[in-house]
């Protein structure tokens, strides 16, 4: 039994200095002929050996105890898992504890630089914009598996919660080729967080970041943008611009002739993120679970809550024992995540006050009644004024779900079948209102304000995407080792994903604006767009695995795929690979002479993978 007093099952029973050994059944019983004053040992995957000497016994009650280190060794890869010992492929792992050691809003800049080949490079920093580029050793973006089927890729698993990631693995070279049609850029695997037995576990973490720019150029003052100015019109050979009492008002910072920094007033120097997760764990020999609730928020550093990114997550996976062979698990998880931003684009905004001169004031006259009209590009703090300028909200509602039935077949050692439901859910709203405005120029000499227009017709849109995912799996594999020397693998999988979506676009303009709605706005001029989109994949995987006593490794995959997007003969592709390994520091001339090494391997791999882009 384990140390919460659980069977373990298949665990090695064996006599030392013999190939006589047994494996423990679905109670974690045994029984094994030993001869008195022999040594025999147990030992499982990710626990501490035992070795007990046996003398009259006829009954032993034995508790193992988990190897932590040896329970990170424990790697995912496709369609099953692998002690990191015997892999022949280049697979990176990252653990749970390593992922939060790093606290962002994207979940890519949490395992920026922590895996070797891992490249990640953030477009922007802009609130609700998951854009960063992942890839693997340079190449294009990666195929992403969350849960053991295909997501909606880069921007699904930024989003992630990292309080419900277990683990993260990397496939580098041709191991990746198991995941046939797109795995040609590599293959980024995510395994949710399952529950453990015992009694339940509450866990509440908060996080609060203050994030900045890590460079602003810093622009000229008035003083300054005045003496060069002046100096450009001399050196040009004309007239200065600026009489001498004028530009020493400018330099001395006379009252009505200070330096106005747009920057400072349009922009934070700090911007505060908050993350909380609560979750709960636990388990009896029957029944395990993990749930969680998460919520995310990520402010901008523009000024009055112009642009505001929120998260709420929620996740729940429970494994039921239904039989002693038969194991049931069930996974959900959500996801509601909505922005709130300008009409303006961030770029603009921060454009407006590096292009406009440092002598232009925000408010005509310094009333803050009337913005001022910009020479250049619009008023910034007149941009990020939603019920000024207008505004734009996206909403995000996603949700994925997971059944699965595996069995045990008792009459075989080591087979085991198992199914897979996938069904996902993704509906997607945006909604945005750009609104006519007025910027005002001040007459010195009339005290009249001069309105010029901007951004009409004022305009509405409303975009919309409905989407949901199938995924059917059937897997039959088989784990047995042979005397403790011969251990083979073998898994079959069958396939089947379909994908559907609709989406539609309106745009009117407004004669008079109203409200933003689109009945409200006028039918003259307006855009409208809309379409569905149907994929279908059929797939054959199968991969075979064999060690000769963990020393001498090799491998065996292929994957057969279908895609709907190509002509009824040219729609099946083969994308087969192999793999092999020899630990050298298992050898006896490294072992007696190189005590310090302890783990030393040569490996190599060849496969073919393919990117569905027609």
């Known amino acids: 039994v384990d140390n919460s007093n659980g069977p373990i099952i298949g665990a090695t029973v064996k006599v030392i200095n013999t190939t006589h050994g047994v494996l423990t059944d679905v109670d974690g019983a045994f ?132 309080e419900d990631i277990e683990s993260i693995s990397f496939l580098k070279d041709a191991t990746s080729a198991i995941y046939g049609m797109n795995s040609a850029n590599g293959v980024v695997i995510v395994t949710t967080k399952k529950g453990t037995k015992g009694e339940p576990r509450l866990t509440l973490n908060a996080n609060m970041a203050l994030s900045s720019p890590t460079n602003v150029p810093k622009m000229a003052n008035a003083a300054q943008y005045m003496t060069m100015r002046n100096e450009a019109e001399i050196n040009a050979g004309r007239n200065p611009y600026l009489t001498e009492s004028e530009l020493l ?84 998880g959500g996801r509601h995540d909505k922005t709130k931003r300008p009409w303006f684009p961030f770029f603009d905004i921060f454009k407006s006050t590096r292009v406009n001169p440092p002598i232009t004031t925000i408010y005509a006259n310094d009333n803050p009644a009337y913005y001022n009209n910009f020479a250049y590009v619009p008023n910034p703090m007149a941009m990020i004024d939603a019920d000024y300028t207008g505004s734009a909200r996206e909403t995000n509602k996603n949700i994925q779900t997971q059944f699965v039935l595996e069995y045990n077949l008792p009459f075989v050692e080591g087979l085991k079948v198992k199914g897979s439901l996938v069904y996902d859910y993704n ?41 949901n995912r199938i995924d059917l799996q059937f897997q039959t594999s088989y784990n047995r080792s042979f005397n403790q020397i011969h251990n083979v693998g073998a898994t079959y999988v069958f396939e089947r994903r379909e994908e559907k979506a609709n989406w539609m676009n309106g745009e ?76 050298i520091s298992e050898e006896s001339f490294i ?21 569905d882009a027609g």
């Open 591 to 611: 072992k007696d002479n190189f005590r310090f090494v302890d783990n030393l391997k040569l490996r190599g791999s060849i496969g073919r993978s393919g990117q």
């Open 249 to 332: 008002k400018w330099q001395n910072g006379t009252p009505g002739y200070e330096s106005v920094d747009l920057y400072d007033q349009v922009f934070n120097n700090y911007a505060a993120q908050y993350q909380t997760s609560l979750s709960v764990e636990g388990g009896t020999d029957n029944i395990s679970y993990f749930g969680s609730l998460g919520y995310m928020t990520d402010n901008s550093v523009l000024k009055n809550d112009a642009l505001i990114y929120d998260k709420y997550t929620f996740r729940s996976n429970v494994n039921m024992k239904v039989t002693k062979d038969l194991t049931a698990t069930v996974n959900i």
């Open 427 to 467: 509906d997607y709203k945006y909604k945005a209102s750009r609104l006519g405005f007025k910027t005002y120029t001040y007459g010195e000499y009339t005290g009249e304000y001069s309105a010029v227009d901007a951004n009409f017709p004022a305009l509405v849109q409303d975009n919309r995407r409905e989407a």
């Open 31 to 162: 029984i094994i002929e030993v001869a008195a004053g022999a040594t025999i040992e147990v030992s499982y995957i990710g626990f501490i050996s035992q070795t007990i000497k046996i003398t009259n016994q006829t009954q032993l009650n034995i508790t193992l105890i988990e190897d932590v280190q040896q329970l990170e060794d424990i790697v995912v890869v496709g369609y099953g898992t692998q002690k990191k010992e015997t892999l022949t492929g280049s697979v990176s792992n990252l653990k749970t504890d390593e992922i939060l050691k790093t606290k962002a809003p994207s979940l890519a800049q949490s395992i920026q630089g922590k895996v070797a080949g891992l490249r990640i490079r953030q477009n922007n920093g802009e609130p609700g914009r998951f854009n960063s580029d992942i890839n693997i050793r340079g190449f294009g973006t990666p195929l992403f598996i969350i849960d053991g089927v295909v997501r909606d890729g880069s921007g699904e698993f930024q989003r992630l919660n990292p």
């Open 508 to 583: 009117r303009k407004f004669d008079f604006y109203t409200i933003g709605e689109l009945d409200n706005a006028r039918e003259t001029g307006q855009i409208v767009s809309g379409s569905s989109e149907h994929q279908s994949y059929l797939s054959h995987i199968g991969r075979v695995n064999y060690d000769f006593k963990g020393k001498y490794l090799g491998e065996v995959a292929f994957r057969y795929d279908g895609s709907y997007r190509y002509a009824p003969g040219k729609r099946w592709a083969f994308f087969p690979s192999v793999s092999a390994g020899w630990r």
